[in-house]
């Protein structure tokens, strides 16, 4: 299978900065689409900024301008970097990407996600 891990969540105050990062491993053959979605208390998961293969690019309303997605096709990572903070982004971060492995010889396709890094915005 393949597996997600975040990494670069935590507290910060309005209007600073944080830069998240989710490694893929496993017998990756490619990827497609890597995005990130985010989920605070009672409310739905949501998407926030996808990045396809293409290097083209998706995102959410309330973080155009605010917010930049990057991948590292090398390294199979994708980046979220945050900017101008605003408390309504505090959430979970969710990493997500889907493509193409290896099991057993057989190319089989992945719709993975990450275990989540807590985001939040405080004074």
């Known amino acids: 299978q393949v597996q997600l891990v975040e990494s670069g969540g935590g507290l910060v105050q309005p209007g600073g900065s944080l830069r998240l990062s989710c490694a893929a491993s496993?017998?990756?053959?490619?990827?497609?689409?890597m995005g990130w979605y985010r989920q605070a208390p009672g409310k739905q998961r949501e998407l926030v900024a996808l990045i396809n293969d293409d290097r083209s690019t998706n995102f959410a309303d309330s973080v155009k301008g605010r917010f930049t997605i990057s991948r590292d096709n090398n390294k199979n990572t994708v980046y979220l970097q945050m900017n101008t903070l605003k408390p309504e982004d505090t959430a979970v971060y969710y990493c997500n990407a889907n493509g193409r492995y290896l099991l057993s010889a057989s190319v089989r396709t992945f719709n993975s996600w990450g275990q989540g890094t807590q985001v939040t915005v405080s004074s």
């Open positions: 496993g017998t990756i053959l490619s990827i497609y689409a």
